[in-house]
């Protein structure tokens, strides 16, 4: 791949697992501001067997620098004065790039030559609003609201899968495809299947809710065999505690293992929005990157242990970077380019990105990391090379107008 | 065949309201019955509740209890200091709200106050929003939601809770005096400032979720060049980090000095240029057709007629910001009272008008929340955890964010929890003819006369599409 073959200038060692000209930088990101709070979905029933796909949505917008600090660039250290302290030294990946120290399984996974950081990557759309980018990054669109349904279940959509969401709501990114399910713990019992047989009749001319119990009913019936114990409980109620990402990270392996189960999984982690104090080796970020990093494991060791992680492809993304200088509260405010992570047993590994440096006239608008590769270009050739999306579809419908985005090839041939 | 006052009663009571057990209440002016509620607020109900003050006084006492868990005194232990720290204070503040909601008279004014509540959102999911929440609806959005969109801007935007939330607590002028002191004593002290300069946070959504509208961004109305400026004009706008009683909200030497331009329009130095910034944001042609755009969103249909959204931004405009005026437009416009209700309620809605709907009193709100189906905890079963919006735009306002399948079965897990013990005691056929009215289709009446047994029957009207929507 051209971009691989063609280090830039600034960032030029190569990644020391892989022969490759690649350059591998950190991963991971950062828990912040709003506090953290995580998801999971499914979408998809696969053949027996079949490719499996996890997104991780980070939402509140990772700093990809602080996630994937680019210590070797000359602009680094001045531009993010006290974020560039670590409690630990950064996880060294080669001359110029490192990862979090938080993020020490991820960069065992590079080391294995399991997972691809692709860094100063991002959205077409550039205001830095939470919202409009989620929805762009979501929907798979240009600008804002222009999709109403998401890339992964128009993607989906082409091969007739349908989807289950492991969590209250359906993510904008899995509709479109022709059913998704939601599945969330419960510490409610159930009810009785005579109740549910009236309240389908009862909804006979109310065809959401109609739709809403009936993949319900199915999904709650089928599993309620796994439904009795669980840390992922953790997440009703009261909300979140510490560790139910990794819990939900291990009930998405479970369900993903299975022969008839789903082809494709949604987690979402909250609590990205680091606008102060993010140097904190007990704040937000840090705790976010630890988690993060603790669920990525237990993903892969379900996954290992189902003996499904050799045929799945797990895409970490947020909705935006951040500012590349610290603000004045020991902070970072909304950016653009960011840094995203492709890990799985068919991943290359390694380090992709077309580094467009630090310095103040290299960024974009004088302030954010400049984004130098589509993050469509990233899902278009995991989508195409993993789930076997057709590329007429990927331009067309997952895509739209997406023709001259070209598929990055992050897999193994 | 069903009067179109019976009917206009019954949306009254539920697209407008809480529901009601009986339509009698609404009598027979069903506008006027709404028109009479426009106002502050109910006082809030409960007791143990914190006013800004003592939320503040509170959350430092916590602060150095924490502190000293690090080094517990001789006989005590660290987690006696810090156990049960913010619990207290946010159960009492969600039992209030939602014991106001069930046995309120004036339940429109009530959904009024809920939607102003999540449209300047401030959560503890943020950790330095946690106990300030309750006391930021009570002093900031609950008096003011029926004067002029100007008073309730100025109360939320500098309201310690949302200048903590939105981190301009800490967001300094980088020319300011604290940003040179911070500086000389980190030289002095060979170790970096801890504050250098601005935090835009605020700035940002205040323009794109309160006033202008992230549409307004799109169009271009307002650049990064703007939240930049606001920005600055918003520093100084703080709370100390130990709170002296009557020190003011802005303290000069975090403050930007200089003139500073926003949306075109230059502002000047020091505390009062944040009240000209949000009377000039108040009067925007943006922000009327954004809140008229959002009220019409949350009382008729997640994609309002566009004419009645001009209407109501016509009303905002003519009366200055005047919401009690937008919220007559609102119950005076054919366009609000059609037929079929679409409007899926949020599980907040879906369980205080549960509440209402069966008559339980104050006491079912002191449930200890153990109690599955105690009221708070079941909110955030259902999925909106009390005071903890998941970011900055609150609760979403569209059916499809609340239909996901396992919701809705969380909505029947609990609906048959609830009336397993009410349904022995209530006679459903009534209680759902005389709550719903004309609104009661054929089919749900036949579900309900055909139920088992009287806890089928309840949770079957608690189910029905008639009850879940408004």
Same mark, same amino acid.
């Given at each position: 791949m051209k971009r691989r073959s063609t280090p830039t200038p600034r960032v030029s060692s190569a990644a020391p @697992?892989?022969? @490759?000209?690649r350059r591998v930088l950190g991963a991971a990101a950062a828990a912040g501001a709003l506090g953290a709070w995580s998801t999971l979905s499914f979408a998809g029933a696969a053949g027996p067997g079949g490719n499996r796909f996890v997104l991780v949505i980070l939402r509140g917008g990772m700093d990809g620098l602080g996630a994937a600090p680019a210590i070797g660039d000359a602009d680094f250290a001045s531009a993010r004065g006290p974020l560039a302290q670590y409690a630990a030294p950064p996880l060294r990946l080669d001359a110029t790039l490192a990862l979090h120290p938080n993020l020490g399984e991820l960069h065992a996974m590079v080391g294995r030559g399991e997972a691809t950081i692709v860094h100063a990557v991002g959205l077409t759309y550039r205001e830095r609003s939470h919202f409009d980018a989620q929805q762009v990054l979501e929907s798979g669109g240009v600008r804002p609201y222009e999709l109403t349904t998401g890339w992964l279940g128009r993607a989906l959509a082409t091969s007739g899968s349908k989807g289950i969401a492991l969590s209250t709501a359906v993510p904008l990114v899995l509709r479109g495809s022709s059913v998704v399910d939601t599945w969330a713990p419960s510490v409610l019992p159930n009810p009785s299947a005579d109740l549910v047989a009236r309240l389908e009749r009862m909804y006979a001319s109310d065809v959401p809710l109609a739709t809403a119990l009936e993949r319900a009913r199915q999904l709650h019936f089928d599993t309620a065999a796994m439904q009795n114990n669980d840390d992922a409980t953790a997440m009703t109620g009261y909300g979140a505690r510490p560790g139910a990402f990794v819990a939900l990270a291990q009930r998405a392996a479970e369900f993903l293992v299975q022969p008839a189960g789903p082809q494709a999984a949604v987690l979402e982690i909250g609590g990205w929005d680091t606008h102060a104090n993010q140097v904190n080796p007990n704040g937000a970020l840090a705790g976010g990157l630890r988690q993060l990093d603790a669920g990525l494991a237990a993903l892969r060791s379900g996954l290992v242990g189902g003996g499904a992680w050799s045929r799945t492809v797990v895409v970490v993304a947020t909705e935006f970077g951040r500012t590349v200088a610290i603000n004045g509260t020991l902070g970072t405010d909304h950016g653009t380019g960011g840094v995203a992570f492709v890990l799985g047993g068919p991943v290359r590994g390694g380090v992709v990105a077309d580094w467009p440096g630090l310095a103040r006239s290299q960024r974009y608008d004088g302030r954010d990391l400049r984004t130098t590769t589509d993050l469509r270009a990233l899902l278009k050739g995991v989508l195409a090379d993993h789930l076997h999306v057709a590329s007429r579809a990927l331009d067309a419908e997952v895509f739209p107008g997406s023709e001259k985005v070209k598929p990055l090839q992050l897999l193994r041939a | 065949m069903a009067s179109s006052l019976q009917l206009q009663s019954a949306i009254a009571a539920h697209r407008f309201g809480l529901g009601e057990a009986n339509l009698a209440v609404v009598d027979s002016d069903p506008q006027g019955w709404l028109a009479a509620q426009i106002g502050p607020a109910d006082a809030p109900r409960g007791s143990g509740l914190l006013d800004t003050r003592q939320a503040l006084d509170h959350v430092a006492a916590e602060r150095e209890k924490r502190q000293l868990a690090k080094n517990p005194p001789p006989g005590m232990t660290a987690e006696q200091l810090i156990s049960g720290h913010y619990r207290e204070v946010i159960v009492a503040d969600a039992r209030s709200r939602l014991a106001t909601a069930a046995l309120t008279q004036r339940p429109f004014a009530e959904r009024l106050q809920m939607f102003w509540t999540n449209h300047f959102t401030v959560s503890l999911l943020k950790g330095t929003a946690r106990g300030l929440v309750g006391a930021f609806e009570r002093d900031a959005i609950r008096p003011n939601i029926a004067g002029r969109f100007e008073t309730l801007l100025v109360a939320a935007t500098t309201h310690p809770a949302m200048l903590r939330y939105l981190d301009n607590w800490l967001s300094a002028g980088p020319d300011s005096r604290v940003v040179a002191f911070e500086a000389r004593r980190a030289a002095r002290r060979e170790e970096g400032p801890r504050v250098s300069g601005l935090n835009e946070n605020l700035a940002r959504e205040v323009l794109e979720l309160h006033t202008l509208g992230a549409e307004s961004a799109r169009g271009g109305v307002y650049t990064q060049a703007d939240v930049t400026a606001f920005a600055a004009v918003l520093t100084g706008w703080r709370v100390a980090r130990d709170p002296d009683p009557g020190a003011p909200v802005f303290d000069p030497n975090w403050h930007e000095p200089g003139r500073k331009t926003v949306l075109g329009k230059s502002y000047g130095e020091g505390a009062d240029a944040l009240r000209q910034v949000l009377h000039d944001l108040a009067r925007h042609p943006a922000t009327a057709r954004f809140v008229s755009t959002k009220l019409a969103r949350h009382f008729v249909a997640d994609d309002p007629p566009p004419a009645l959204v001009d209407r109501l931004t016509a009303a905002y405009l003519k009366s200055d910001g005047l919401l009690a005026e937008v919220y007559r437009e609102l119950i005076r416009d054919d366009a609000s009272w059609h037929a079929r209700p679409t409007k899926l309620k949020t599980p907040e809605e879906f369980v205080v008008s549960t509440a209402r709907l069966l008559a339980f009193g104050d006491r079912w709100f002191e449930r200890?929340?153990? !109690? !599955? !189906?105690?009221a708070v905890g079941a909110i955030g079963a259902l999925g909106q955890r009390l005071q903890a919006a998941p970011s900055p735009a609150g609760w979403s306002d569209r059916a499809d964010d609340w239909l996901g399948p396992d919701a809705v079965w969380k909505r029947v897990e609990w609906a048959t929890r609830v009336a397993d013990r009410a349904g022995r005691i209530v006679d459903t056929r009534q209680l759902a003819a005389q709550s =719903?009215?004309? =609104? =009661?289709?054929a089919e749900t009446a036949r579900q309900i006369e055909r139920a088992a047994d009287g806890p089928q029957a309840l949770a079957l009207l608690l189910l029905a599409p008639e009850f879940q929507r408004r």
């Open positions: @697992a892989d022969p @490759a000209r | 200890p929340e153990a !109690n !599955n !189906n105690a =719903l009215g004309p =609104l =009661l289709g």
